[in-house]
């Protein structure tokens, strides 16, 4: 019993000295004022903490915060007005689509009922009834029968060629209008390419200018700068170029429609013989005499 008690003792010394040498040593303490005896301005001053410097990302991000404004005419004076003549052109390409979506409607230029109207009309050889019918309501399937009915006394081979001619000559007139859509779209690129361009020879300019000192990031600045008129230019094309595709198919759904129209109106002046229908019985054979 003696002997475990005195080896318990000796297992507790040690594990407390081994204790107290794991904790680290107290930090001494200052003093909170002067020394007696010693001046204050003898006491040392403690250097002040250096403000923390600025990330490398926060600098670029402070520097390169520009506005839509800001980006969109950063090309110099000649972006500036390469982008006036794009804005110009995508004004134009807007009024045109619109016009012309206003224009390409099937009630517009095939007005419903019109070609019954003018087939009954011709039917019953009321001819002039159904030239003031088409006068009345002028659209792409008036014109095209009204130029068939001047052709009447002709024959219908002559009436079927006035209006394939008609038909050819307002297909025509459609297309110019939704042409010019076309021609904005292969113009707006090559707008926002000549400001591309120029802003690239500017950017070089520049680094002959310094000869060979100016770093890569004022080279890169210079070069987005001049590839914003190309993108406008792009953003531009490709709604006129869409626009321009569906109208025309649109067109040329219309064209056909209206031609077959006007073909069903005057339809009856073909089994007629091309002219309007008798209303006089033709006179009896002479009678021979006894």
């Given at each position: 019993?003696?002997?475990?008690?005195?080896?318990?003792?000796?297992?507790?010394?040690?594990?407390?000295?081994?204790?107290?040498?794991?904790?680290?040593p107290a930090a001494p303490t200052l003093?909170?004022?002067?020394?007696?005896?010693?001046?204050?301005?003898?006491?040392?001053?403690?250097?002040?903490?250096?403000?923390?410097?600025?990330?490398?990302?926060?600098?670029?991000?402070?520097?390169?915060?520009?506005?839509?404004?800001?980006?969109?005419?950063?090309?110099?004076?000649?972006?500036?007005?390469?982008?006036?003549?794009?804005?110009?052109?995508?004004?134009?390409?807007?009024?045109?689509?619109?016009?012309?979506?206003?224009?390409?409607?099937?009630?517009?230029?095939?007005?419903?009922?019109?070609?019954?109207?003018?087939?009954?009309?011709?039917?019953?050889?009321?001819?002039?009834?159904?030239?003031?019918?088409?006068?009345?309501?002028?659209?792409?399937?008036?014109?095209?029968?009204?130029?068939?009915?001047?052709?009447?006394?002709?024959?219908?081979?002559?009436?079927?060629?006035?209006?394939?001619?008609?038909?050819?000559?307002?297909?025509?007139?459609?297309?110019?209008?939704?042409?010019?859509?076309?021609?904005?779209?292969?113009?707006?690129?090559?707008?926002?390419?000549?400001?591309?361009?120029?802003?690239?020879?500017?950017?070089?300019?520049?680094?002959?200018?310094?000869?060979?000192?100016?770093?890569?990031?004022?080279?890169?600045?210079?070069?987005?700068?001049?590839?914003?008129?190309?993108?406008?230019?792009?953003?531009?094309?490709?709604?006129?170029?869409?626009?321009?595709?569906?109208?025309?198919?649109?067109?040329?759904?219309?064209?056909?429609?209206?031609?077959?129209?006007?073909?069903?109106?005057?339809?009856?002046?073909?089994?007629?013989?091309?002219?309007?229908?008798?209303?006089?019985?033709?006179?009896?054979?002479?009678?021979?005499?006894?």
């Amino acid at each position: 019993m003696t002997r475990f008690a005195l080896s318990l003792t000796v297992v507790l010394a040690l594990a407390l000295g081994a204790s107290a040498a794991a904790q680290p040593p107290a930090a001494p303490t200052l003093p909170s004022g002067p020394a007696e005896g010693v001046p204050a301005a003898a006491a040392p001053a403690l250097p002040e903490a250096a403000p923390p410097a600025a990330s490398e990302d926060e600098a670029p991000d402070a520097r390169r915060q520009l506005t839509f404004l800001q980006i969109v005419f950063s090309g110099g004076p000649l972006g500036i007005a390469n982008m006036v003549v794009l804005i110009g052109l995508s004004i134009a390409a807007l009024a045109l689509a619109l016009d012309n979506l206003r224009l390409v409607r099937r009630g517009r230029l095939i007005p419903s009922e019109l070609a019954e109207q003018v087939r009954d009309q011709v039917a019953y050889g009321q001819l002039a009834d159904a030239q003031e019918l088409c006068r009345q309501q002028p659209s792409f399937l008036a014109s095209v029968i009204l130029q068939g009915l001047d052709e009447v006394e002709s024959g219908w081979s002559e009436v079927e060629k006035a209006m394939e001619d008609a038909t050819a000559e307002q297909a025509a007139r459609l297309f110019r209008r939704i042409e010019y859509l076309s021609v904005i779209g292969n113009i707006a690129p090559m707008v926002g390419l000549l400001g591309t361009v120029t802003g690239m020879l500017l950017a070089f300019k520049e680094v002959a200018d310094t000869e060979g000192n100016a770093g890569a990031a004022q080279l890169a600045d210079g070069i987005y700068q001049a590839l914003v008129t190309t993108v406008a230019g792009l953003l531009i094309a490709i709604p006129s170029l869409g626009a321009f595709a569906l109208l025309r198919s649109r067109v040329d759904q219309l064209v056909a429609e209206a031609a077959y129209a006007a073909l069903h109106a005057l339809a009856p002046l073909k089994r007629g013989g091309g002219g309007p229908s008798p209303t006089v019985p033709p006179p009896p054979p002479p009678r021979r005499g006894s």
